[in-house]
């Protein structure tokens, strides 16, 4: 399934055939491939070896992209198209992420210490960016930290936060693909359509964990379930790290907003950007039929 999932995503990365794209493509199959040997390799040695767990961990941790496997990760991100990076960040993590939950799969202190410098590192390395699709990049990577976290502790709280994840993360990629646009000074120009930059602020704030949108919701959830075990201590810096992805995200978000202020008319006319932006209104702002599911 994995094999048939990368084969099938390869083709998306090389929409224009250019010779930079056949470059990412190879960035992406190499570390696919060596993580899907390494995962038959466990498979085999899981009959004779009790170290098999920590092989099986390992290849599911570089597929989803996690530190220190996710250096293939921020490099196809830079090269790829809208869609397919919509598809890496999320589409392509609900394999590895549900087979991480499975206990004879996976080496608990492993994914702990992976759990743990993803969280760090995609938000630090998230303050040095000035481009959205990097700052996104790293904010996966941090928000890895919370979906590995959830597949230990309840199926149900990964399905949810992963659903989230990526409805939140549709509306910013299709506002930057409409308007062509990447780099967050664009954001804040004056051609870029008033109700797209509504829906880029709402979103990504909603990443940041802002109260209350729906991904404040699903990490309460998370830290619920967390603090009901021994995983507290990892727990106090994933917060660190989303305290840090706010103060980067917000920067962002009010430096186009004070831009904005000045020459924001809305009109009433019914068009896409305006329909993206009140879809996405409408699903941040009913955060409790994403929190108040039940859970084990």
């Known amino acids: 399934m994995m094999e048939l999932n990368m084969l099938t995503f390869i083709p998306l990365i090389c929409l224009k055939k250019s010779t930079m794209e056949a470059d990412t493509s190879l960035k992406y199959l190499i570390p ?64 590895p992420l549900f087979l991480l939950s499975v206990p004879q799969l996976s080496f608990t202190p492993l994914i702990l210490m992976s759990v743990l410098m993803s969280a760090l590192w995609g938000s ?46 549709l509306p910013i990629l299709l506002s930057l693909n409409i308007s ?31 109260p209350p949108l729906a991904m404040f919701s699903n990490k309460i959830i998370i830290i619920y379930l967390m603090s009901k075990t021994v995983m507290m201590f990892i727990l106090v810096f994933m917060l660190m790290s989303t305290a840090i992805s706010l103060y980067f995200y917000t920067i962002v978000v009010f430096t186009t907003m004070f831009d904005s202020s000045k020459s924001l008319s809305l009109t009433n006319k019914m068009t896409l950007p305006k329909l993206i932006c009140i879809s996405s209104a409408l699903f941040q702002f009913f955060p409790l039929f994403l929190g108040m599911c039940p859970l084990p």
């Open 180 to 210: 062509n646009m990447k780099l967050h000074k664009m954001i804040t120009c004056e051609t870029m359509e008033k109700y797209l930059k509504i829906t880029i602020m709402l979103n990504l704030l909603s990443l940041a964990g802002l």
């Open 32 to 95: 696919q491939s060596f993580a899907s040997s390494l995962f038959m390799i466990s498979i085999i040695m899981s009959t004779f070896s009790p170290h098999s767990k920590i092989l099986a961990s390992m290849a599911l941790l570089m597929k989803a992209g996690s530190v220190p496997m996710h250096t293939w990760f921020p490099a196809v991100m830079y090269s790829i198209n809208m869609l397919a990076g919509f598809i890496l960040m999320s589409w392509q993590k609900i394999v």
């Open 124 to 169: 630090i390395a998230g303050l040095n960016q000035t481009n959205v699709i990097s700052m996104l990049t790293f904010s996966s990577i941090a928000h890895l930290s919370w979906l590995i976290s959830a597949s230990l502790l309840s199926i149900k709280a990964l399905s949810l936060y992963l659903t989230s994840y990526a409805l939140t993360l």
